[in-house]
C-alpha cells in the first residue's frame, strides 16, 4: 500500500504564492507518473499537473505560466509551486501517484490539502 502525504495549503490573497509538498511512502520511481488535482464542491476533480517518470511535465492551461510542479527523488516528493495565485485557484488539491504492476494500474491518493486564495 502507497502513501502519499501533502502538506503545504493555507490562505494567501490574490497575487500570493504557496508551495505544496507530497510525499510518498515508496520511491517515485515506482510510479508512472505523480501529478495534483483539484476539486470544488459540486464539481469533478480535476488535473492541474503532471509530472510522469519518464517524459515532459504538463499543466492545465489554466495554470501554465503561474505553477510549477517539480520531483526530488531522493525525498521521494513532488511540489507544486504556486504564484500569481488567483481567487479561482481556491479548492482542496490533492496529490496523486499511479502504478503499472504486472499489467494492471493502480491509482493512489493523498488526503487533500486546502488552497483558499482570497482578499
Known amino acids: 500500500q502507497v502513501q502519499l502525504v501533502e502538506s503545504g495549503g493555507g490562505s494567501v490573497q490574490p497575487g500570493g504564492s504557496l508551495r505544496l509538498s507530497c510525499t510518498a511512502s515508496?520511491?517515485?520511481?515506482?510510479?508512472?507518473?505523480m501529478g495534483w488535482y483539484r476539486q470544488t464542491p459540486g464539481k469533478e476533480r480535476e488535473v492541474v499537473a503532471l509530472?510522469?517518470?519518464?517524459?515532459?511535465?504538463n499543466y492545465v492551461d489554466s495554470v501554465k505560466g503561474r505553477f510549477t510542479i517539480s520531483r526530488d527523488n531522493a525525498k521521494n516528493t513532488v511540489y507544486l509551486q504556486m504564484n500569481s495565485l488567483k481567487p479561482e485557484d481556491t479548492a482542496v488539491y490533492y496529490c496523486?501517484?499511479?502504478?503499472?504492476?504486472?499489467?494492471?494500474?493502480?491509482?493512489?491518493w493523498g488526503q487533500g490539502t486546502q488552497v483558499t486564495v482570497s482578499s
Open positions: 496523486n501517484a499511479d502504478q503499472l504492476v504486472a499489467g494492471l494500474k493502480y491509482v493512489y
Open positions: 515508496k520511491s517515485v520511481f515506482n510510479f508512472n507518473a
Open positions: 509530472i510522469p517518470t519518464r517524459g515532459t511535465t
